[in-house]
């Protein structure tokens, strides 16, 4: 007799303790995030489910509701559709980087008659599996920027595509650092923001190095700088990067407790004006990631988890709030951030067991203490898998140990709710 596992359920209450060991496991949503005024995009590029990407809009009582789920006319199972969104005015741009095989993809979205539709489908022509186009994604003057860090023996490259015409785009300019060197994952973090875009390549080198473009009169990117890490920012720096206006923050995780780089644009170049670091000095995992927006600076911390936010002043940058993330999603928090007028916005892709979520705060006369949680309208777990082999003490999203999946029951359809989970559900069959 032969026992194989006919149907499992994850035990939910033993999900790994941490939201690192939680993310490897799952790509819920929540895993990249942006926000443009009262709209909100959600990517939830998983891989064991349909990917997606919600749009919010935020109603006049200051509420996030949920009024479109967008994916891809050719959409594929694995091309991790959202795992990188741009939103800037009427154009959302979204990367799947697992598309075609780990050659990957990128979308534009625009409203057409009140609905937001997808108008392009951009593609990096000789792109290769592992190239992971679609990384990351920016709106900029002209056109969207796209990266590739896994092109060219994985020093990276982040192309920019210009409309030639309604619905055709093609690649205008290819960017790369200037002291490219394979094995830089150069594009794995972007901003931008008007005529600046900042590329993080955070395995250039021995630290880490992001690199400072500006669009010319004639319209052509030119490198401006290249700001590097050190060993006060330790390595990994540029993991994550934001640029707003004349500021540039740039994260550095790597550096003990982790901390932000500052740089500003002065008529001599990009220098250097501090560095933001956690007020005690402990807990680590400070910089996980960052967003700019105005003079407010939001730091992520995990784990913690909580979000530091920072404004600026005229002596430098003071910390005005830390706001810990709501019980329900304590161990999701640790995805993107992003901010805008009167929000700072936390992705939590591994919140309840893997089904992710949003955490949304704003101000208020005691700091930053209006939280609300942002959840799909079909919030309820709806994993489903095919047969698959246990293969490195896993199969699919699952835990397992010498036994094979052979068919799944995902607990949606046994009535669950979002976070319920079971103890165990197995069964067998002879051979």
């Not at 830390?322 to 007028?341: I, K, W």
């Amino acid at each position: 007799m032969t026992i194989r596992i006919l149907s499992v359920a994850l035990v939910l209450a033993s999900v790994a303790a941490s939201p690192t060991e939680a993310q490897k496991l799952f790509n819920g949503f929540g895993t990249a995030v942006a926000v443009d005024g009262s709209l909100l995009a959600v990517g939830e590029p998983s891989q064991v489910d349909r990917s997606g990407v919600y749009l919010f809009e935020r109603t006049s009582g200051g509420q996030w509701q949920s009024v479109a789920r967008l994916v891809p006319g050719d959409e594929g199972r694995d091309d991790r559709f959202g795992r990188a969104v741009a939103l800037d005015g009427d154009r959302l741009v979204i990367g799947a980087t697992t598309h075609d095989g780990g050659r990957g993809a990128a979308y534009i979205f625009e409203p057409v008659d009140g609905e937001w539709r997808e108008t392009a489908t951009l593609r990096l022509e000789g792109s290769v599996p592992g190239s992971a186009f679609g990384r990351s994604v920016a709106v900029v003057d002209g056109g969207v920027v796209v990266t590739s860090p896994g092109y060219g023996q994985l020093a990276g490259a982040a192309f920019l595509f210009a409309a030639h015409a309604p619905g055709e785009w093609g690649v205008a300019q290819r960017l790369m650092a200037s002291d490219g060197a394979p094995g830089s994952s150069f594009g794995l973090s972007a901003a931008a923001d008007g005529d600046v875009l900042v590329v993080g390549a955070p395995d250039a080198g021995e630290y880490g190095a992001a690199y400072v473009f500006e669009r010319g009169q004639d319209g052509r990117w030119v490198e401006r700088a290249r700001l590097a890490g050190d060993t006060g920012l330790g390595r990994q720096f540029a993991s994550d990067v934001a640029v707003d206006g004349a500021t540039i923050a740039v994260a550095a995780p790597g550096a003990g407790t982790g901390a932000v780089a500052l740089y500003r644009r002065t008529p001599a170049g990009w220098e250097a004006t501090g560095r933001v670091i956690p007020r005690d000095g402990s807990g680590g995992g400070f910089a996980a990631a960052i967003a700019l927006h105005d003079d407010i600076l939001a730091v992520a911390q995990v784990p913690g988890p909580a979000v530091h936010v920072f404004r600026r002043e005229r002596e430098g940058w003071r910390l005005e709030s830390t706001v810990e993330a709501p019980e329900q999603s304590y161990y999701g928090v640790g995805g993107p951030l992003a901010a805008d007028d009167g929000a700072v916005v936390i992705g939590a892709p591994a919140m309840d067991y893997g089904e992710g979520g949003v955490v949304v705060y704003r101000p208020t006369p005691d700091g930053w203490g209006g939280v609300q949680l942002v959840l799909p309208s079909d919030s309820v777990l709806r994993t489903r898998v095919a047969s698959a082999e246990c293969v490195a003490q896993a199969v699919a999203a699952f835990p397992c140990d010498d036994v094979d999946l052979v068919a799944h029951l995902p607990l949606a359809a046994l009535g669950a709710t979002r976070g319920m989970g079971l103890n165990d559900l197995w069964g067998w069959h002879d051979e």
